[in-house]
Nanobody, 122 residues
């Protein structure tokens, strides 16, 4: 079993900052990639940022220059530093990971966290 546990969401004023964390735990052989998606109310879930095991990153155009994804490999944890928050960033943010589990290291599975609410409002 593999679990992703997120933390760091909350209510912040426009222009403020937050740091989201997501820790992967359980029967992990290796992590291929980790990232963040968000779902704005009434819309489909969308990619925010991803970080591959080779260090490659990918960001949605709407967050480039404001959001930074990073990872602590020793802790199997990915972070999302969010700066210059805007009301339109209000959403539930989900952690995502592509992981090879110890029980089946030749295969790659997708895992999701439970989501953490980020609300940007004055």
């Amino acid at each position: 079993q593999v679990q992703l546990v997120e933390s760091g969401g909350g209510l912040v004023q426009p222009g403020g900052s937050l740091r989201l964390s997501c820790a992967a735990s359980g029967s992990i052989f290796s992590i291929v990639a980790m990232g963040w998606y968000r779902q704005i109310s009434g819309k489909q879930r969308e990619l925010v940022a991803t970080l591959a095991s080779d260090g490659r990153t990918d960001y949605a155009d709407s967050v480039k220059g404001r959001f930074t994804i990073s990872r602590d490999n020793a802790k199997n944890t990915v972070y999302l530093q969010i700066n210059s928050l805007k009301p339109e960033d209000t959403a539930v943010y989900y952690c995502h990971a592509q992981i090879r589990p110890r029980t089946s290291p030749a295969a790659v599975y997708n895992y999701w966290g439970q989501g953490t609410q980020v609300t940007v409002s004055s």
